[in-house]
């Protein structure tokens, strides 16, 4: 018989270390601000507590509504007053139900939790997020909500302001569709403390006023990612005599778990505040990043991506804008969690604004798993849901300093 384990904690949550409130932001005061949408009368839960309820089944890994329900029907009296549920008149507490649940998501200010939850990752969970210069690196990106289409409704979008080095969402906004993410660019970074900062994002939002705004009311840098369906920038880009000038930065990664190779060369140069037609207010360098890929039994690959930023040579170095580059596509990355770890792309969910509420909700979940270090989201959601209890201490709901598993 093999011998009893040491710990009951699992390794995957001990690696972790201590979540102590150095580390992790309590959430409720945060949510004590988000408005109430419900009328007073035969009002039982507050907010708070059902959002509270709805944070610890995400950070377990739920992935609907009626999951969240399940996970509150398995919680505990105890774990439910952490939370803030009230006793009944006959001394216990009752979870609320599935049609509670989905009627709060559905109702609640979206703009107001976002705003919450942002604050609460922005406040404690972001700790170092940037590049080795101390350079904090954001990129702003769309994400579309494909299940959330109905035959009189089109699909949601949302545009999201996400950290490069650990993936946390800043700011999420409902756009609509994706044509008016350039009209949400400058709402969703308003309230943001850019100072300093490096935003990436591609050539649809390098609108001249929004990049103005960017560079010199909030006193931020920028590097704007052109793809292929920009074929006029992109055209321009490319026609820069990068023959001439040698490469600056090499790196290269392998994965051996996917049997793949991958090798990047960049090469930068200056240009003036406007290139050719396309306006890049404030522009200084022009970007070149060279990738060669290799994927075990087939052949090799290469692309070329060309970006402009603002920095000039003198303010950076190559190596930190081939890693802002490559670092845009950290929120493809938390996009694919939500998709594959939280079935969001399966997500039917559509009444209201309960399909911004649970990719809110995806966002917090990932926020403090990422930062402090878990690096499979999906093996660390389960550990969690096996013993409700252990999501309290992810949302700063905690007395004492204790590990993942107190």
Not at 91 to 113: K, Y
Request: aromatic content about 4%; hydrophobic content about 40%; overall charge positive.
């Amino acid at each position: 018989m093999p011998a009893a384990a040491s710990s009951p904690i699992p390794a995957v949550l001990v690696k972790l270390g201590p979540l102590d409130a150095d580390r992790v932001a309590d959430l409720r005061p945060y949510l004590d601000l988000v408005p109430d949408p419900r009328g007073r009368r035969g009002r039982w839960y507050s907010l708070t507590a059902i959002l509270l309820v709805c944070a610890c089944a995400a950070v377990s890994g739920a992935r609907s509504v009626d999951e969240i329900a399940e996970w509150a029907q398995r919680a505990s009296d105890a774990l439910l007053a952490a939370v803030g549920v009230r006793r009944h008149l006959l001394r216990w507490r009752r979870a609320p139900s599935r049609a509670t649940i989905g009627r709060v998501l559905g109702t609640v200010d979206g703009d107001a939790l976002d705003r919450a939850v942002g604050a609460c990752l922005a406040g404690r969970h972001v700790v170092a997020a940037g590049t080795a210069s101390g350079r904090r690196v954001i990129a702003v990106d769309g994400k579309a909500l494909k299940g959330s289409a109905r035959l009189t409704a089109t699909r949601r979008h949302l545009l999201s302001a996400v950290t490069h080095h650990r993936a946390v969402t800043l700011a999420q906004a409902e756009v609509g569709a994706k044509t008016n993410e350039t009209a949400y660019f400058r709402p969703l970074l308003e309230p943001l403390d850019l100072a300093g900062a490096l935003v990436t994002f591609d050539a649809l939002h390098s609108v001249r006023a929004n990049v103005t705004w960017l560079v010199e009311t909030k006193k931020a840098h920028y590097v704007a990612v052109i793809k292929a369906n920009q074929p006029s920038a992109h055209r321009q880009l490319a026609a820069l005599p990068w023959r001439d000038i040698a490469v600056q930065h090499t790196s290269s990664s392998s994965s051996t778990g996917h049997g793949r190779r991958e090798s990047r060369s960049i090469k930068t140069c200056g240009i003036a505040d406007e290139l050719g037609g396309i306006a890049f207010p404030h522009g200084r360098l022009a970007i070149r990043v060279h990738r060669r890929r290799k994927q075990t039994g087939r052949r090799e690959s290469r692309e070329t991506v060309y970006a402009v930023t603002s920095l000039d040579a003198h303010e950076t170095r190559p190596v930190e804008l081939a890693a802002a580059v490559r670092g845009h596509w950290t929120i493809e990355a938390l996009h694919h969690v939500r998709d594959v770890t939280f079935a969001e792309g399966a997500s039917t969910v559509h009444n209201g604004t309960a399909p911004r509420a649970m990719a809110t909700l995806r966002n917090l979940a990932v926020g403090p798993l990422k930062t402090l270090g878990a690096d499979n989201i999906a093996k660390t959601t389960r550990a969690i849901r096996d013993q409700p209890e252990r999501a309290l201490p992810f949302l700063g709901i905690t007395n004492k300093t204790g590990t993942a598993g107190t």
